[in-house]
């Protein structure tokens, strides 16, 4: 934690000294400290190269065959009531209601046999790719943990992880926790509950937006500091998280105003009450996490929506759908128009998917046996689907592909060999960050 004092005898406007510190640490969830993530990155000695990933987690587990994967010869009661439409690459064929996708299918991976779900109603296992039984010490560390570690952050501007997730109610939804790497590899989270630790002169992440306020206040607080002599006492990592927080990097990444309003239109708006017991359908969010990605992070996570439809499955997939379908759609197409495509993974997924037989209450349980993912970017060769389910949706029938593939290949992605590179536990022992005999899917490298 950094605290600076400033001496000046003024007083906010609720009778608070100026005198009291402020605060420049402990920015995410657990504690994240940005001096902390700033010597990481140094002891690490990687490379800087921006590469970077967009991980969309849809909570609840959606509908697989509902989305890429639609039986249209399967019974009524499991087919459903959507049509497939045609994409803009030849037998690729989509849901109906995700029309931008299908525009856009040729920057695209639809994978439609994922297999190794562990069945639980969390984000463990789409977030570090292990199952949550007999960890390491200290836990398994996230993906976004893990590149922190292994990367850091490519340029002073923003943490290497930003999760952008909002506080879920089932509680097994959430992610950002502390792992075997420690503190300073946990997310920078703009919406989480230590959100009040970052204070300077008053101005906290609830007034981000408030961006002329936030930038005076950073403007007087650095000539404070400078006058004053206090920037001199500071090492050299104090003083790197001190600029982070007063260059304005992170506060534009994060100020939305700044972005041409015709883009902002083209990801929507969704809506930012919460759904079920997860997240909000926030559109804004997509948009956030390409902004965040241009300021330096590495990693970017947000929730999307509420996808455990156990009835009126339909009814919610014609509300859900068409906001997701912008919004992932306007992201691949940013990416790609703003060349940041080839070093920028996009991954959209659950942490199951529904069964074929759609319930009395018309909705899908949970079906663990199979389910999907979408990949785009990342330099991946796209256009494609890879895997195929049978005749009803509950089997994976050609090329069964594992959540700890889909891993591996976020690796290669981001220039590492998973069958080289280890992370160390709490004990000084070597962890792989997959298991043995899974690789980066051969199809999209």
């Known amino acids: 934690m950094l605290n600076i004092f400033d001496q000046s ?9 100026r005198r009291n510190f402020i605060k420049v640490g402990a920015l995410g969830l657990g504690g994240l400290s940005l001096p902390q993530v700033l010597k990481a990155k140094k002891q690490s000695g990687k490379s800087s190269s921006h590469k970077s990933i967009i991980m969309i987690y849809l909570p ?90 292994l990367k850091g952050n490519p340029r002073a501007i923003s943490p290497a992880y930003v999760n952008l997730s909002p506080r879920m109610q089932h509680t097994p939804y959430n992610f950002g926790k502390n792992s075997f790497l420690g503190m300073a590899h946990t997310p920078f989270n703009p919406n989480g509950e230590m959100k009040g630790d970052m204070t300077l002169n008053g101005i906290t992440l609830d007034r981000l937006h408030d961006r002329k306020s936030l930038l005076n206040s950073f403007d007087q607080f650095r000539r404070d500091a400078d006058s004053s002599g206090a920037m001199q006492g500071l090492d050299s990592f104090n003083e790197q998280a001190f600029g982070v927080l007063t260059s304005g990097g992170l506060v534009e990444a994060l100020d939305l105003s700044k972005e041409d309003s015709a883009i902002r239109e083209r990801y ?26 241009e300021a330096g992070a590495r990693v970017v996570t947000l929730s999307y929506s509420f996808w455990d439809w156990h009835s009126s499955n339909f009814k919610r997939a014609k509300e859900n759908f068409p906001d997701f379908d912008q919004a992932i759609t306007a992201l691949i197409e940013d990416l790609h128009q703003r060349g940041m495509a080839e070093d920028t993974t996009v991954i959209a997924w659950g942490e199951f998917g529904r069964t074929p037989m759609i319930n009395k209450q018309g909705g899908r349980d949970h079906w663990p046996r199979v389910c999907n993912a979408l990949l785009a970017g990342g330099g991946m060769k796209t256009g494609q689907v890879i895997g195929t389910t049978d005749r009803l949706g509950g089997e994976a029938k050609d090329r069964p592909v594992h959540f700890q593939e889909v891993f591996a290949t976020l690796y290669h992605n981001m220039g590492i060999d998973v069958q080289q590179l280890t992370l160390p536990d709490h004990a000084g022992r070597p962890q792989y960050l997959v298991d043995s005999g899974y690789l980066p899917l051969a199809e999209v490298i």
């Not at 005898?9 to 000294?17: D, G, P, R, Y």
């Not at 931008?100 to 969390?122: E, T």
């Not at 929507?268 to 990605?293: C, H, I, S, Y």
């Open 9 to 17: 005898a003024s007083k906010f406007c609720n009778q608070v000294s």
């Open 268 to 293: 929507g708006k969704g809506t930012e009450k919460k759904q079920g017991d997860a997240a909000p359908r926030l559109n804004e969010q997509f948009l956030l996490a390409r902004r965040l990605v």
């Open 60 to 149: 609840g587990g959606p509908p697989h065959q509902d989305m890429y994967d639609l039986k249209t010869d399967a019974p009524a009661e499991v087919r459903g009531e959507f049509k497939p439409i045609s994409t803009n690459v030849p037998d690729i064929r989509i849901c109906e209601h995700l029309p931008g996708l299908a525009r856009i299918a040729d920057k695209c991976v639809f994978v439609n046999s994922l297999v190794g779900s562990v069945g639980q109603h969390a984000s463990f296992q789409c977030m570090t790719g292990h199952n949550s039984v007999n960890q390491p010490a200290g836990g398994w560390p996230e993906l976004g943990s893990a590149l922190s570690h």
